[in-house]
Structures are given as C-alpha cells and as structure tokens.
C-alpha cells in the first residue's frame, strides 16, 4: 500500500491549492485518514482529518479556509486549502491509521500508513 500525494507548490499569499492523497490500492473503507504538515525545524502537525463515517476535524489554525474531502471510487482524499498565508507553508502529509483494501488474497487491513509528502510554499 502507497499512498502518494500530490498539488503543492508555491502560491501567493491569499492564494489556493488542492492537495490529493490516493491510495496505490483499491480501497474498500477506511477509520481515518488525515493531512499534517511540517515546516522546517518544527514538528509535524495535524492539520485536518476525516472518517470513513465522513466526520471531518481541522486545527483552529486551518478552520474555515481549509476542506478535506474523500473520493471513495478514486481511493483519494483531497485537501482544498484556500487563503493560504506564509504560515501554512511547509511539506504536506498524507495519514491512514488503518484501511480495508482489496489485496490478492482477499480484503486486508493496513495500519499506519504515511505518503512522502508534497511541498507548500506561500509567499508574500
């Protein structure tokens, strides 16, 4: 199981990125899956998540500019992030703490999975 992120880059101040999680398998449901950051020197911090119920939790930092979504028939999860400022920059990760997916063998549990991360940067 992967799970591969994608949509960083750098944007200006006020600006909007879409980020995408996709699992490299097909997905049957999954507890949570969530999106962290980090910025250099700092630790990694959670920024937004949801359950597979569709139950979403942000940081206060992120509320009312930031949306996570989960597109069960592409396996992907989406973070829309909008009115970025300087402070939301840094390299952004993709969370499952565990996922029911479609193996060879049948349906399997993965726990505990993290993506590489995608890069953000906001300028001013």
């Known amino acids: 199981v992967q799970l591969v992120e994608s949509g960083g880059g750098l944007v200006q101040l006020g600006g909007s990125l879409r980020l995408s999680c996709a699992a490299s398998v097909g997905v049957f449901s999954f507890n949570t899956m969530s999106w962290h950051r980090q910025a250099p020197g700092e630790q990694r911090e959670l920024v937004a998540s949801i359950t597979g119920g569709g139950n979403t939790n942000y940081a206060d930092s992120v509320k009312g500019r930031f949306t996570i979504s989960a597109d069960n028939a592409q396996n992907t999860v989406y973070l829309q992030m909008s009115s970025l400022k300087p402070e939301d920059s840094g390299r952004y990760f993709c969370?499952?703490?565990?996922?029911?997916?479609?193996?060879?063998?049948?349906?399997?549990?993965?726990?505990?999975?993290w993506g590489e991360g995608t890069l953000v940067t906001v300028f001013s």
């Open positions: 969370h499952s703490d565990r996922l029911l997916f479609n193996s060879t063998s049948g349906p399997r549990w993965a726990v505990d999975y």
